[in-house]
């Protein structure tokens, strides 16, 4: 007899090349549908439609959305769920031994429609009922969400078929949880906030060689590919994240970001990108050793040359030219990434933050505040300069991606010092000063935090700092304000407070 496989697929990439395996190497009968069916009919397969098949009469009813016990029970033949069908009827079921689904993504179904009616319309309610019923009886039922497991699905054994199965289920569940998300952002109600992460691999450990850890596909995904085959580790995706995050702040000039255990320890914008790396460099040559560099432009020759001349852990930038990939081609220390989101649309990827903990678990949206013009107001008797104001809104950025409590000096788009993962702003604003020592002399400072004591104001006072842009918000705001102008130093409040745990 026969085997017989139900057919019915979204992605239809490689589909004809699995199914002429099927029927010529593997004695599969096929049963399919829609266009599904168009596309093996037109590829030269011999296919059965399911509206002319005797076990399927009355399969599908208007368009697809309603089918019979029959069919189901085929899918389930040989399992003890053929629920109240005669004995008669239990007697023409022929069985499937393998069910391919993939479903049409729903985020394609959202692009469609915006009202929850359409949206409902669009879902795929047989699909996700045929994967439940076949993963239900994997033991009989080989069932195959994605191409990927075409053939590695044809000799499955029974652990096989149980994790594609598993697989199966977890499409089912991550379709839902979708629908769920959509529908409760209509009706304005989020009493659940489900997560359904499908893993892509183990890596090697975690923060620290005893952790074990994996990562996981988000909905929304970077698109990125590594060109010289390395494994990134738990720390290295830590540091690409923060390094793209800071960089995707100047997406359409030259920035250069080095980050250290999650830390930026430098950056700067150059008139070339060469210039833009060196400055960056300058600020900490020391923690930059063994960091992760990222570039908003890509990676030219001259860069690549000082790269490889130093320990560098990774390098992500939209690109690299092909001299630089010739530089890098013999050094097996640097992991090369491209980017190829675009640094525009990667700060519309809309990401939540989870934290688990003991006490529950916290989701918040990301991070992505930006300069308000109402809020922005110089509040001192001196004015900055226009070139000051710039250099202020680039130190600004760059403190938002620093642990709290943070403090940026800058001058000239560079870095001179960046403190972090103080407990209170004072001392982090004295150890920037003293870090950048001579290079505060008519600089920028920039905290995360509002500043809440005088002796900060003195301290800026005495390294010769022209502007401050913080927060505000304090109770001594004013007093701030009077030392200010005592001293002749500008001061920015922006009203956003940019706390980084």
């Known amino acids: 007899m026969k085997r017989r496989a139900f057919i019915s697929v979204y992605d239809k990439v490689g589909l004809v090349d699995f199914a002429k395996n099927l029927v010529d190497k593997f004695d599969y009968e096929i049963v399919s549908c829609g266009n599904t069916y168009e596309v093996l009919v037109n590829a030269g397969i011999e296919v059965i439609n399911v509206s002319e098949f005797s076990n399927f009469a009355g399969l599908l009813k208007q368009d697809y959305e309603v089918f019979n016990e ?112 959509n529908l409760a952002e209509h009706t304005g109600e989020k009493p659940f906030k489900i997560f359904n992460f499908e893993k892509m691999k183990d890596l090697a450990y975690g923060e620290n060689p005893h952790q074990k850890s994996s990562i996981y596909k988000t909905d929304k995904m970077a698109d990125y590919e590594i060109l010289n085959e390395a494994e990134l580790s738990f720390n290295n995706i830590i540091d690409i994240t923060t390094a793209v995050n800071v960089v995707s702040e100047f997406y359409d000039v030259n920035c250069v970001t080095i980050i250290r255990h999650g830390k930026p320890c430098g950056v700067a914008l150059g008139r070339s990108l060469y210039e833009a790396y060196t400055k960056a460099f300058d600020c900490d040559p020391i923690s930059s050793f063994y960091g992760v560099v990222g570039f908003s432009k890509k990676v030219d020759t001259e860069v690549a040359k000082h790269l490889n001349s130093m320990s560098v852990e990774v390098v992500i930038a939209p690109g690299f030219d092909d001299n630089a990939l010739e530089i890098f081609k013999d050094n097996s220390e640097i992991k090369l990434l491209k980017l190829n989101t675009s640094l525009k649309e990667y700060r519309r990827l809309t990401m939540e933050e989870v934290i688990m903990t003991p006490f529950g678990v916290l989701v918040q949206d990301r991070n992505n505040s930006e300069l308000d013009k109402d809020m922005f107001k110089v509040v001192t008797r001196e004015k900055p300069t226009p070139e000051q104001i710039e250099d202020a809104i680039f130190a600004w950025k760059v403190v938002k991606y620093a642990k709290t409590n943070s403090a940026v000096v800058a001058r000239d788009f560079k870095t001179s010092a960046i403190a972090q993962g103080h407990t209170n702003v004072l001392p982090a604003i004295e150890w920037a000063l003293n870090y950048a020592c001579d290079n505060s002399k008519e600089a920028v400072l920039a905290t995360d935090s509002a500043i809440q004591s005088e002796d900060s104001i003195y301290s800026a006072v005495q390294a010769r700092i022209n502007l401050i842009i913080q927060p505000g918000g304090s109770v001594k705001d004013q007093q701030l304000i009077d030392v200010c102008n005592k001293y002749g130093i500008a001061m920015i409040t922006t009203g956003i407070r940019n706390y980084k745990q």
């Open 70 to 181: 029959t069919f189901l029970a085929s899918v389930l033949a040989n399992s003890n769920d053929l629920g109240e069908l005669t004995a008669k009827e239990k007697a023409i079921i022929k069985p499937f031994d393998m069910v391919v689904v993939n479903l049409c993504p729903f985020e394609v179904i959202e692009s469609k429609n915006s009202n929850p009616d359409d949206i409902i319309k669009d879902i795929d309610i047989v699909g996700i009922t045929l994967l439940r019923a076949a993963a239900k009886n994997y033991k009989n039922v080989t069932v195959i969400t994605d191409k990927v497991d075409y053939y590695v699905a044809l000799n499955a054994n029974e652990f096989g078929r149980l994790k594609l199965a598993a697989k199966a289920f977890n499409v089912t569940a991550n379709y839902d949880r979708l629908i769920c998300g």
